[in-house]
């Protein structure tokens, strides 16, 4: 059968500009006729030909509902526009970080590479009829298209007159593997249906030392819990945590990926990862007699990460720089050194400190993984990393959630070597508490108020950014608060001038930096589908050994006061309390 292109009708439909990590709305929203449609016919225009005709891109997500229906739609879509393979994860399932790794490294039968990818995904919005769908375009380095073609993607929303689907094309069975052949006007159009796990697996192989980790997770002494919060994590949690490294399939749960997460909020932090704070022992309403010696969760599309030892979480700034740190020693894949290490602006510094002590390359950039990328694809950086819970390094163009449980189990693997018959095992808690020994600690915690009213939230930075013209009037203030922090010294809009392409971006997070070297930072969410999202970084440098200890609400306490009182949070927002604490 040669299948028929139509070329049919539609018209501009506002709101389909992407927002950090590609187009993020409800599902209802994404159902609308031609909503879809119009996104990627416009994707496919903003690309340069040869990226498109005779070109085999991949297209899968993270399984969430209406998943199955778009990668119906983006195949036909793709034939009608002269593609010339499109490969399907099974069940259409692939991690944001093995879609990446999958354009970087696979080759098909015929020896041809992706030169790009969809991925369908809202990342750790909730899933559902009701909930977030996504979709995102990455190129063929694997990352996240540049500004550049979001810019033009965007603009082409806006003056779409026509699309080109092949109507009459059946649509795939994308549960079982193989190639599926089409004859189209243009020549064979294959669909070729592949296992979501192998290709990233083998290059999780070649990057860790699985047989020193494999020792580690069978001791006896040693026990993990991996939840996937129904994720798409789970598609490759047993392969690699169970198959290849011996953990007990108990040491799973919530691993079967589910189109609503089972209903749940897909974010792993100590709010969301219910089940996992609990049986870490974080849960005060519900003690455990014996944890876990280490737990990890994962968000929607496996790409983000939260690392907890037994009864204590370890936060995700300072997990990066402890991974930067031990990196050489306990990860093949840097064993000749790191090229350099970069943070998001609201990151703590805590990488600041290791990449000084190690005379490392730094690098300060504003929030979304995009700006690593650039970094990397240059040569520049190696282990990067942010506080919302994404940690990755140069093997791929995304962050990644289970290489960053890998990492850990490294680090933990290469500190117990000698232990594991007989000595106690060095835990996480002792090897974040030796790394603040060493490195002093950075108390973090990041306050978010989700869904306030945007119009409220826009009132609140800009009056933010009103104080910053003067710093004497801002530091009487915060003396009216409380007379026992520091005084502000610095506060401006971040900046950052982008060292590969020069390019500028501004207005990412309003600063204001104290003398003792804490912060308060303000910043947007980029990634929230309902209202704005206002997040509050707070962070407190303690060099001091014989302070680090505290528990961080306390030793922040101060901080968080001025924070809200200076910003007005209540008066602007009306909320006496944020959604999530982190
Ligand atoms: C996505 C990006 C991250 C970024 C995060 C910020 O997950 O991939 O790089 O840190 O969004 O989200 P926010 O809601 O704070 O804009
Ligand atoms: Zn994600």
Redesign the pocket.
């Known amino acids: 059968m040669v299948f028929k292109v139509s070329r049919v009708e539609t018209s501009p439909i506002d709101g389909q500009k992407p927002g950090?990590?590609g187009l993020r709305k409800k599902v209802k929203v994404f159902k609308q006729p031609h909503y879809l449609h119009n996104f990627v016919q416009a994707t496919f225009n903003a690309l340069s030909a040869d990226k498109v005709r005779g070109a085999t891109l991949v297209v899968s997500g993270d399984g969430r509902y209406y998943s199955k229906d778009a990668i119906q739609i983006i195949i036909k879509m793709a034939a009608a526009n002269g593609v010339r393979g499109v490969w399907i994860g099974q069940n259409g399932l692939l991690s944001t970080p093995a879609v990446s790794a999958v354009i970087r490294e696979r080759v098909d039968a015929n020896g041809s590479k992706a030169s790009g990818g969809f991925i369908l995904t809202a990342?750790h919005n909730p899933g559902g009829p009701n909930e977030d769908f996504g979709i995102k375009y990455n190129m063929e380095n694997g990352g996240p298209a540049p500004e550049g073609i979001t810019d033009k993607i965007y603009e082409n929303t806006k003056t779409i007159t026509e699309y080109f689907i092949a109507e009459d094309l059946p649509d795939v069975d994308i549960s079982s593997i193989g190639v599926t052949s089409f004859g189209g006007p243009e020549g064979q159009f294959d669909v070729d249906v592949f296992d979501s796990a192998s290709d990233y697996v083998k290059l999780m192989k070649s990057i860790f030392d699985f047989q020193s980790i494999q020792k580690l997770v069978t001791s006896p002494k040693f026990t993990l819990c991996y939840d996937a919060l129904h994720g798409v994590g789970g598609a490759y949690a047993n392969r690699i945590f169970v198959e290849e490294l011996g953990a007990q399939e108990s040491s799973l749960i919530n691993c079967t990926p589910k189109e609503d997460f089972g209903g749940g909020h897909p974010d792993p932090n100590l709010t969301y990862a219910k089940e996992l704070v609990a049986r870490m022992g974080l849960d005060k309403s519900k003690p455990q007699s014996d944890p876990p010696e280490f737990g990890a969760a994962a968000d929607g599309d496996a790409?983000?990460n939260m690392i907890l030892g037994k009864r204590f979480f370890v936060t995700p700034s300072d997990s990066v720089a402890i991974i930067a740190a031990n990196a050489v020693e306990a990860i093949p894949y840097f064993s000749s050194g790191l090229k350099g290490v970069a943070r998001?602006m609201p990151t703590s510094a805590a990488l600041d400190v290791v990449a000084k002590h190690l005379n490392l390359k730094f690098f300060e950039v504003p929030?979304?993984?995009k700006f690593f990328g650039n970094l990397m694809d240059a040569g520049m950086c190696s282990v990067c990393g942010?506080e919302?819970f994404?940690t990755g390094s140069d093997h791929i163009r995304e962050?990644d959630g289970i290489w960053a449980v890998l990492a850990w189990l490294s680090i933990l693997a290469f500190k117990n070597k000698d232990n594991l018959d007989g000595k106690d095992l060095v835990t996480v808690e002792d090897i974040v508490r030796q790394h603040w020994a060493t490195f002093g600690r950075h108390y973090y915690t990041r306050y978010d108020y989700e869904n306030v009213d945007a119009g409220a939230a826009k009132e609140l930075m800009a009056n933010l950014v009103k104080l910053q013209s003067s710093l004497p009037d801002v530091n009487k203030i915060i003396e009216g608060i409380r007379s026992d922090v520091s005084e502000v010294v610095q506060a401006d809009e971040f900046e950052y001038k982008d060292p590969v392409d020069g390019s500028i971006s501004k207005h990412q997070g309003i600063r204001y930096l104290f003398k003792d070297g804490s912060r308060l930072v303000f910043?947007l969410?980029?990634?929230?589908s309902e209202g704005a999202?206002i997040?509050l970084y707070i962070e407190q440098y303690e060099k001091d050994s014989s302070k680090i200890g505290r528990e961080s609400s306390e030793a922040l306490a101060p901080l968080v006061e001025v924070a809200l009182k200076l910003s007005k949070m209540q008066e602007f927002t009306g909320r006496s309390a944020p959604t999530v604490i982190t």
Do not use: A, C, F, M
């Open positions: 950090t990590s990342s790409d983000r998001s929030t979304g993984w942010e919302s994404g962050k910043r969410s980029g990634t929230g999202t997040r």
